[in-house]
Nanobody
């Protein structure tokens, strides 16, 4: 199974930007879908965005126009560029991959805190 590792989280002021990277231990060609969930304290884990070879790219309404997801098959990475961050974006962000065959892979999570 290909392991996924997130990086790029941190503390940012409202209106600021952060870029998250999800790096795979092997080829991401095995994944049909790659995406991001996030989980705020005391809340469930919610889908943020995904990019799929079979069904395109989707964003949750609250991040449309602010977040951009992309994958780089040459570097075996996926990224989430987050602009105009808001306090409600504060959460642990998890990347995931759904392969063409087999079960979902998850990263360990990276903390994003938006605060002044």
């Amino acid at each position: 199974q290909v392991a996924l590792v997130e990086s790029g989280g941190g503390l940012v002021q409202p209106g600021g930007s952060l870029g998250l990277i999800c790096a795979a231990s092997g080829s991401i060609d095995i994944f049909d879908t790659l995406g991001w969930f996030r989980q705020a304290p005391g809340k469930q884990r919610d889908l943020v965005a995904f990019t799929s070879r079979s069904s395109g790219t989707r964003y949750v309404d609250s991040v449309k126009g602010r977040f951009t997801i992309s994958r780089d098959n040459t570097k075996n990475t996926m990224s989430l560029q987050m602009n105009d961050l808001k306090p409600e974006d504060t959460a642990v962000y998890y990347c995931y991959g759904d392969p063409f065959v087999g079960g979902r892979s998850w990263g360990q999570g990276t903390q994003v805190t938006v605060s002044s």
